[in-house]
């Protein structure tokens, strides 16, 4: 199998057609890749921050990734295979960004103050992130983010803001190992981009960031040709998720009755359901899982269908 590293390639922070691939892959071919945290590899001591000074840039990613036979107007399918941390640590740091991220407000700047909170490098070890004070928690792997060349009209975009259909920064733990992620085709070859990996994160990442860690990841590339999708959907082992972020003029309230509205075409497409008595079941069975504050993921049990 091969593998590609950020420490051959490099670090990059855009989703862009106009970049030479670091791979070429066939369908069905898997690839070993070595991710660099959301921090450029900053924060791993207790001492450490995030120096946006320095990296102004988060979110570096692998890519982009060439998968052959893929074509605008197809969806290229990837399985994350298995997210192994690459130093058995990870961190939860301190953003600037933190109080403006929940409030859109930042009031430490308005007050002149600072926000005070202190670097957790937790150890990864036998199943478990050794989190803070002697508490720890599963260790529950997932990659941040995850995207395609954007549209042509969009052109590049940052790794870290303005998520859209091509998927991008949306925190979704549920895109973890065993999972099949689908995104729409705007390029030749769909351009693959993967990075952000979290050794565990709760729903809303609330605090701005996740457990942050670099990692070791194998996923494996499919397409499925002449299948177009609207929005980024994931296939669990035991369910069904259709993904849409908020942006422009589209709340979380829209976000999440989009997402719905995805997945009841989703659930036609595969078992036969009429659409509208598919949002039936959607509104008594469904669920709704967010990513981070602009990620809207509405779930359904393949158990109901199969």
């Known amino acids: 199998m091969r593998k590609i590293s950020f420490k051959e390639i490099g670090l990059r922070y855009v989703f862009s057609p106009y970049v030479h691939p670091v791979a070429r892959v066939m369908p069905g071919e898997s ?16 001492e450490d ?8 840039f988060a979110n570096p990613v692998i890519g982009p990734i060439y998968v052959e036979g893929a074509e605008p107007g197809d969806i290229v399918s990837i399985l994350i295979e298995d ?8 961190a939860v740091y301190y953003l600037d960004s933190f109080e403006s991220y929940l409030t859109g407000i930042s009031l430490n700047k308005f007050l002149d103050s600072k926000l005070s909170f202190r670097t957790v490098i937790c150890e990864i070890k036998e199943g478990y992130v050794h989190l803070l004070d ?31 259909p091509h998927g991008g920064n949306i925190d979704l733990p549920d895109v973890a190992p065993k ?3 689908f995104l729409p085709v705007y390029h030749s070859g769909g351009l693959v981009y993967l990075g952000d990996a979290h050794a565990a994160q709760g729903d809303g990442e609330i605090f701005g960031v996740a457990v942050e860690m670099s990692a070791e990841v194998t996923v494996r590339f499919d397409i499925l040709k002449r299948k177009k999708i ?4 994931l296939e669990t082992e035991r369910e069904l998720v259709s993904v849409v972020v908020a942006s422009g003029e589209r709340g979380l309230k829209e976000a999440i009755t989009e997402a719905y509205l995805q997945l009841a075409i989703w659930i036609e497409e ?6 509208r008595d598919a949002l039936i079941l959607l509104g008594q069975a469904g669920k709704i899982r967010i990513g981070n504050l602009w990620t809207a993921a509405a779930k359904i049990s393949k158990d109901l269908f199969e």
């Open 49 to 56: 921050v995030r120096d946006k000074s320095k990296i102004p």
């Open 270 to 275: 595969r078992y036969g359901i009429n659409r």
């Open 179 to 181: 999972s099949r992620v």
């Open 134 to 164: 002697g508490r720890k928690i599963p260790y529950s792997p997932m990659l941040g983010t995850i995207a395609v060349a954007p549209h042509p009209e969009a052109e590049s975009l940052s790794t870290f803001k303005n998520p859209g």
């Open 83 to 90: 997210i192994q941390p690459l130093e058995g640590i990870g």
């Open 31 to 46: 690839l070993r890749l070595e991710i660099q945290d959301a921090s450029s590899g900053q924060v791993r001591k207790s």
């Open 230 to 233: 609207e929005w980024p959907r």
